[in-house]
């Protein structure tokens, strides 16, 4: 079975300060992995996705995640946070051997204040 | 530009009506599902679909149906609404690995649904 877990249901951060939201996952096989953004009264939308390849993954809006395989841990960063970026951020795995389903997060709200 | 488009964005219906909500996406995409999202709840799956014509139960597929006659086409229904099924309702499409998809869901912006 696949498992997602996102620790922190809110993360608060400064404007201009870093900022990381944690994911980590369950996986029997290989994980594909991936960060959605949600912004109020809208879909989700995608942020980035690990695949394969270099573990440092760089998606859109300047957001990075860090692909740790050892920790089983997929965490999203920004170097510099931004007003705009709050919202809500929730990360998704599949595994490679089960099939097209993606397990979802429960969610992380990024506050950022000015 | 790929897009997920669900046909309405806020309802407001009465307890007992049926109610539809209609899903459509234009990235020829075989699997297609419905979620609904709660605060603190997450994103829950009702029903997907591999194929036209079939469908498969997701976490909570009590109290709906669906309908899925043609590839871009994905219906949820609410034959009866009740007052706990008001809710964000989310549709998404993605591609099969066989089709060289990775799972990446594309969504539709929503559907605020509200049961009085």
């Known amino acids: 079975a696949q498992s997602v877990a996102q620790p922190e249901d809110q993360v608060n951060v400064a404007e201009g300060n870093p900022l990381t939201v944690k994911c980590t996952y369950s996986?029997?096989?290989?994980?594909?992995l991936f960060w959605y953004v949600q912004y109020p009264n809208r879909g989700l939308q995608f942020l980035l996705k690990?695949?394969?390849?270099?573990?440092l993954v760089k998606g859109s809006y300047g957001f990075e995640a860090e692909f740790n395989k050892s920790q089983t841990s997929f965490h999203l960063k920004k170097p510099s946070a931004l007003v705009s970026d709050s919202a809500l951020y929730f990360c998704?795995?599949?595994?490679?051997?089960?099939?097209?389903?993606?397990?979802f997060g429960g969610g992380t709200r990024l506050m950022v204040k000015p | 530009d790929v897009k997920v488009t669900q046909s309405s964005r806020y309802l407001v219906k009465r307890t007992g009506e049926k109610v539809f909500l209609e899903c459509v996406q234009d990235?020829?995409?075989?699997?297609m599902f419905w979620y609904r999202q709660d605060p603190g709840l997450g994103l829950r799956l009702i029903y997907f679909?591999?194929?036209?014509?079939?469908?498969e139960k997701g976490d909570i597929p009590e109290g709906y149906s669906v309908s899925r006659e043609k590839k871009e086409r994905f219906s949820l229904i609410l034959e009866s609404a009740s007052t706990n099924q008001t809710s964000m309702y989310l549709c998404?499409?993605?591609?099969?690995?066989?089709?060289?998809?990775?799972?990446?869901?594309?969504f539709g912006e929503g559907s605020r649904l509200t049961v009085l």
């Open positions: 998404a499409s993605s591609r099969t690995g066989t089709s060289g998809g990775t799972g990446e869901l594309f």
């Open positions: 996986v029997s096989g290989n994980p594909y």
């Open positions: 690990y695949i394969t390849g270099d573990n």
């Open positions: 998704a795995v599949r595994d490679s051997n089960a099939g097209n389903m993606l397990t």
């Open positions: 990235m020829d995409h075989e699997n």
């Open positions: 679909s591999y194929d036209v014509k079939m469908k």
